[in-house]
């Protein structure tokens, strides 16, 4: 079993930065993909980045791509997104979330076994 434990977030006015951080329990975490995930109100929860076990592949969701940056230190069981020229589409709830099957770094929410407990990102226009 992981716990994934949040922090970061907030309030920020369109192109401002933030950066979410997220901490992992337990030994294995270099064992797996790691990703970043987003629900936005009414919608469903949305992939956003991922990266594979030893952070040699990553992969974005296209409107984030060259603005958001997925990260993660095995040495201290942490996974970190760091956001910048951020815009009002991108608030949301945003979820760390790991993959201890496959550690490739996988798109789809299905192959997500833990999950952090949310964190809020707004941005204002």
């Not at 815009?87 to 550690?103: I, K, L, N, R, S």
């Not at 833990?114 to 809020?120: A, S, Y």
Request: overall charge positive.
């Amino acid at each position: 079993q992981v716990q994934l434990v949040q922090s970061g977030g907030g309030l920020v006015q369109a192109g401002g930065s933030l950066r979410l951080s997220c901490t992992a329990s337990g030994s294995d975490f270099s064992k797996y993909g790691l990703g970043w995930f987003r629900q936005a109100p009414g919608k469903g929860r949305d992939f956003v980045a991922t990266i594979s076990r030893r952070g040699g592949t990553t992969y974005y969701l296209d409107s984030v791509k060259g603005r958001f940056t997925i990260s993660r230190d095995n040495a201290k069981n942490t996974l970190s997104l760091q956001m910048s020229s951020l815009q009002p589409e991108d608030t949301a709830v945003y979820y760390c979330a790991a993959d201890p099957d496959y550690g490739l770094g996988q798109t789809h929410r299905d192959f997500y076994k833990f999950w952090g407990q949310g964190t809020q990102v707004t941005v204002s226009s």
